[in-house]
């Protein structure tokens, strides 16, 4: 016998609805990156009389330059659900490499300099990707190797000595300009440009966030995902060597010892910038604004005169604020 | 002591203004197996989940043992003795099966976990529900149908009163099924209460004694199984007539998409062969653990193989290459949809054209406008439900996630389609048109190789089924003489 239950319309609780953090964060999440710029910009103006001027830009954009040319190549393999800890060792291999170069008797063409910085970063970051992708090794403990074997080839190569009296050739990498703009102003943004296009206009950068987002899922469809991998890593090499040519340009001497902990302000960028630790989410114009945001920081906390030591304590806190803003989006 | 477990009326929710249930009512009696039926978007899970405590209604009341109730969290539910095995499982990987039985509730000597103890327990649960699984067994090492065991013994060790099952046996095969249900009447003869969501109908008419059917976010019909017939459940359940594609009048078989030949993987499936032609649907059935999903992926390249060969319309396909195997004219609706067939978190239409970017794009660029266009034709073809193209497909119910795979299988304009469960989750209204979906396939000149484990499907869709029994096939079988009995036979 089929019964009916009676519906019960006396006994009604209804029960209030909060607003939840859940809808204020997602606001949050698609223009917060922007929007906590300018909101910086806002706050350090008022500290500061200095802040807003063309000089002072100039500098902070040049300073970012750099950790955002890294940041780039960073974000590649962060999305493929990477890590990649070695950037700013290679950024100083790649340095004494072309500085090298450029020292040595007879003029060196910056292409071959750029070329041979290049190379070094490419190989590099190729291993890496092997070593993730076909050996399935852990890209913390395999980047942290390449830290330390990098670092290491760079004292063995220059004997730990600075290579000095680089070719104007070289040096115009970090103090020229094009039509008025600086040399690393124009690599960065040309850099983002190409990179940008590439992630999101082409099958290549489809490919990065499908392993990024399920390696298992991406294999299934078709793609190859070993490969795919491996280039994320050669893309990250690739941007550390431009990176450290520029730096050894701007510092006119190519420095063993230069990039030591840049790799922590590249992943910082690409982190605060929104792109998810666990892959297939973020993107390049993101990552631009997280290095925005942490050298305008930088730029700020010198102005107002705050010491380096607290300097870090802060940039510190501000990653993990923006790794714990990141883990509430995925809902955890 | 009122007979009533749980007595529920009027409860409502909305989501964001959104109204995902509007009259929510359901009455559980004391050693009763309660089948919940509905389509997705019936209101089902919603309503599961207020009387779980993981979320609150808006309206509308709920007793439990005559006692009104306002559920604040999981641990309300659980004090009132309600307990739930889920569809989505999550174990921890690397911790043991006695770990993730007693995580939270650990037994203790003083400060430390009493890992004798906590052993020992997990064993008795284990055996006195016939469950053959090692308690210190590491989760990862466990197949899906252990995983699920493992779920529903630990549901069982809450001792609670009413049970809620939200499709428990999607992972497991026929004959764990049977202790399953075994062990819910041990329970129910104690006098417990079981809440049982499954799509699969005949399971519903085997273990359950009554039923409610909700629809459209309200509740439609209820009573006692005994006095309906399955025709009169899908009825309720969908609302309409469902016509049922006949087979029978599929036109003769053409020439061999897929050849296979003496594949072997060591420990898995030993020396198969077959065949599939264009026209034909070949379905493999056989019991959990006789290697069929693993000679499925094998032969689609996400799986090993160590001897044999795999042909596709002429040409060879090497192993462990998925984009070859797609490049020859195959593509693969794996068993897990969320862990291998979607990327959970990239919009509907990228995962639409994924596999068929190379068609999609110039020089390595994708061509956004006709990527759109594909999408947009893919979703009308399939009836894909919704709003936009760029939302994620983790957003989807299961049955148009699965629409959405199939959707990318077929933009690669496969000759052979290899599925794996093709409905497995996913709700009966959704499942014809999957059925539909395969039967225009073959018509149009595809060829279908698939493996279920739901013997109703098998026999309806299939041209030709193929037994496979530990790792070998046992038998074919003519897709329109064979009948559940002979299959179950066969397979055993």
Partial sequence: MRQDIPANKAASTALPKPISLHAVLKLANNYGIAVAFIALCIALSFSSDVFLTWGNWTNIIRQTAINGMLAIGVTFVILTRGIDLSVGAVMALAGVVGATLAVMPGEQNIVVILLAGCFVGAFLGWLNGVAVARLSLPPFVVTLGMLSVARGLTFIFTDGQPVLNLSPQLLWLGSGSVFGVPVPIVVLILLFAICWFVLQHTVFGRHIYAVGGSEKSAATSGVRVKRVITAAYVISGLTAALGGLILTARTTAALPQAGVAYELDAIAAVVIGGTSLSGGKGSLVGTLFGALIIGTINNGLDLLGVSSYYQQVIKGLIIVGAVMLDATRRGK | ?492
């Fill in chain 2, 1 to 492: 002591m009122s007979s009533l477990l749980v007595e529920a009326s009027g409860v409502q929710k909305s989501y964001d203004g959104v109204p995902a249930l509007r009259d929510g009512r359901f009455k559980l009696a004391r050693g009763s197996v309660h089948a919940l039926c509905g389509g997705n978007g019936a209101g089902k899970s919603t309503f599961l989940s207020i009387l779980m405590g993981i979320q609150a209604r808006d309206a509308g009341s709920i007793r439990i043992r005559d006692e009104e109730v306002n559920f604040q969290s999981p641990l309300d539910a659980l004090n009132h003795r309600i307990a739930i095995i889920t569809q989505e499982l999550s174990p921890i990987p690397y911790m043991n099966v006695a770990e993730n039985i007693y995580l939270g509730r650990e037994p203790r000597k003083g400060v430390v976990v009493d890992k004798r103890t906590m052993r020992g327990n997990a064993r008795a649960l284990l055996e006195r529900l016939n469950f053959d699984i090692d308690p210190t067994a590491p989760m990862v090492s466990l197949s899906l149908a252990q995983v699920q065991l493992v779920e529903i013994a630990k549901a069982f060790s809450f001792d609670a009163e009413i049970v809620i099952m939200d499709e428990p046996t999607s992972a497991i095969g026929e004959r764990e099924t049977h202790i399953l249900f075994n062990a819910i009447r041990s329970l129910t003869s104690h006098g417990a209460g079981i809440i049982y969501v499954s799509h699969r109908l005949e399971e519903l008419f085997e273990i359950a004694d009554e039923y409610t059917v909700f629809r459209d976010g309200a509740y439609v019909e209820s009573g006692k199984l005994g006095d309906i017939d399955r025709p009169h459940l899908v009825r309720q359940i969908v609302g309409r007539e469902v016509a049922q594609p006949r087979k029978s009048t599929r036109s003769e078989a053409g020439k061999v998409m897929l050849d296979v030949a003496n594949l072997s993987q060591s420990g898995q499936f030993n020396d198969v062969s077959l065949r599939v032609s264009s026209g034909e649907i070949v379905g493999i059935y056989g019991l959990m653990g006789s290697g069929r999903s693993e000679f499925l992926n094998a032969v689609y390249g996400i799986g090993p193989r160590e001897g044999g060969t795999v042909t596709v319309d002429g040409r060879e396909v090497m192993p462990a290459r998925p984009d070859e195997s797609i490049d020859a004219g195959m593509a693969m609706v794996t068993e897990d949809r969320k862990e291998s067939g979607l990327v959970l978190g990239a919009p509907i239409r990228h995962n639409i054209s994924l596999s068929a970017l190379t068609h999609l794009s110039w020089k390595g660029v994708v061509q956004r406008r006709k990527e759109r266009t594909h999408a947009a034709e893919m979703i009308r073809q399939l009836n894909i439900k919704t709003a936009s193209d760029e939302l994620p497909v983790s957003t989807m119910s299961g049955g148009n996630q699965q629409k959405v795979v199939l959707a990318r299988c077929l933009s690669s304009r496969p000759k052979l389609l290899i599925c794996d469960e093709p409905t497995r989750g996913i709700d009966e209204g959704a499942k014809q048109e999957i059925y539909t979906l395969l039967d225009r396939f073959v018509r149009s000149g595809g060829a279908v190789l698939l493996v279920s484990s739901e013997a109703p499907e098998v026999l309806q869709l299939s041209d030709r089924i193929v037994v496979f029994k530990k790792g070998r096939i046992k038998e074919t079988l003519p897709g329109h003489s064979a009948s559940q009995e002979t299959l179950l036979h066969a397979a055993s």
